[in-house]
Structures are given as C-alpha cells and as structure tokens.
C-alpha cells in the first residue's frame, strides 16, 4: 500500500505529516495515507492522540481511521479516502463557490459531529483544531470532521482542564488562548467560525480584514451589529451582492450567521451548547 507513494499520489502536507493517496493491496480501495514526518517528537505525539481518539469514535461525520503501522522511525496513518478534498479548498482557493445547499449541509454535518464528541460517545472528546481546512468532503461533499492529533478526552462531570493551547490562530476562543483550558464551549466556538466562513465566503484571516485590523469575527460584528437572539425579526442582514449572485436560502443564511455570531460570543458562558446552536 505505501511502496508506491509517488510525487503524482501527494495530496497535501501539514506541520507533522505529508498525505498521499493510495490503495489497499487485496481490495484496490482508494485511500489517504499520512506518513509522519521523521524526527519530529510532537508529530509521534499527535499520531498516538488520532490512533486513540478515533479508534474510540464511530459517526458517519467523523473521517474514518482505517488502520496505522509504524516499523523504526516510519509511522503512517490510513484513512478513507475524501475525493473532494477540504472545505478550505473550496472556500478560499481558486475554486467556484459551492452551491448553497452543498454549503448548508456541511455546517449541518459539522455540527453533527460535535455534537457526537460532546454528547454521543462514552467520553466528551474535544477536538481543539476544528477549522475549515480540518472539515473534509467525499464524492457526495458529505462533511468529515477528521485531524484528531490534537483531540483530548475530558470528563463531563468537571470544568475547563488546563492543556497547552493548540489549534489555528483565529479558531481558536479568547480564553482558551488566555488560559490554555480547552473546554466545550472553546470547540462551540470554532465550530461558529467556521459557519461564518460559510456564509461569507471569507477564512477568518482573510488577508483584506487583517489589513485593516479585523478579522472575520470581528467584521460580521462591524457589519451586522449584534443580533437579538430573543427576536430573530429584529436582526436586519445587509447582503453583499455576491450572494445576491447565487442560488442560496435566505432565511438558511441568516440562522446560520445568528448562530456562528452566538457560538463567537467571546464570553464562553453566553455562547449556546451544540444542542442550542442546533436547534435555533
């Protein structure tokens, strides 16, 4: 499966890991293989954390892990294989915009799958790196939440833990960049991050915005002021012509940036659960 991992087979590279397409030997099945870069202690870390995290998760908008092997200093992942790539691909690079629908039943498979880690397994799993280039899509552009090098168990019965704060800059909650405690409401609000990405079409560092000192966040709040959650009818949504061009749902547009803007709240106590942010 790994002997013929040619330049042609790359499919990307992160901070600890090169990713290749390849094939089961018996089936010919395609798949992603992540061959960890030699020499780094951290990606040996993070390889354990995925093997144990998602040996332990079952969910249909979860990237699944086929199977790992390591001999010496080599060590290899194996995943299904997501012919369509990442939503980040689709989002900010050289792509055409993806269908309202498509977009719409993404951010609803996202919110799945966080709300499986935090609720539908035996252990409350936070993620800690949920972004749109962790947000994976196969050939029917279904969403897999996959990249769990970083993921932790927590225990539901007690508070915040204290951990290095890792993740993407711009995903990450303010006080989980403060303090380093990765909780649910930190992951809550990665998860409306990327919903404002979706409905603005925009990374959440888009280069424009952090020429003038914003980033997405920020910028929704600017443009559309701080929406009632009691009262939908009282937030009025001033939509750029851009979406104006496409063939999208309103009112689905709007309940999405209501939520992404709650689930951002910067204090963590206001932001709504996964259930709430769900069900608005």
């Known amino acids: 499966m790994t002997s013929d991992l040619a330049p042609a087979r790359f499919r990307g590279e992160g901070s600890f890991g090169i990713v290749y397409e390849g094939n089961m030997e018996v089936t010919g099945a395609r798949v992603a293989v992540k061959i960890l870069k030699s020499g780094s202690d951290r990606g040996i870390k993070e390889y354990i954390a995925e093997v144990k995290s998602l040996s332990q998760l079952r969910h249909r908008n979860l990237v699944a892990l086929i199977g790992c ?6 060590f290899a992942l194996v995943y299904e294989f997501m012919s369509q790539g990442s939503l980040g691909d689709h989002l900010f690079k050289d792509r055409p915009l993806l269908p309202w629908e498509k977009r719409y039943n993404i951010a609803l498979g996202l919110g799945s799958a966080v709300h499986y880690l935090q609720k539908g397994g035996n252990q409350c799993m936070i993620h800690r790196d949920i972004k749109s280039n962790n947000i994976m899509l196969n050939e029917n552009f279904e969403a897999k939440l996959g990249d769990f090098g970083t993921a932790r168990p927590v225990d539901r019965t007690r508070g915040p833990e204290a951990t ?39 990374c959440v560092l888009d280069s424009e915005l952090r020429g003038r000192g914003l980033n997405l966040v920020q910028w929704v709040w600017e443009h559309y002021g701080s929406p009632s959650l009691a009262g939908r009818g009282q937030f009025s949504l001033r939509w750029r012509k851009k979406f104006l061009e496409v063939d999208f749902d309103k ?28 069900t608005f």
């Open 251 to 278: 009112k689905q547009a709007e309940a999405l940036l209501i939520v992404g803007l709650w689930c951002t709240h910067p204090i963590a106590a206001s932001r709504p659960t996964i259930e709430e942010a769900l």
């Open 69 to 74: 092997c390591h001999k010496k200093d080599k």
């Open 164 to 202: 290095e704060a890792v993740g993407t800059i711009g995903y990450m909650a303010p006080e989980y960049v403060q303090t380093g405690e990765a909780s649910k409401e930190s992951d809550v609000f990665s998860f409306g991050v990327v919903l404002l990405e979706i409905v603005c079409w925009k």
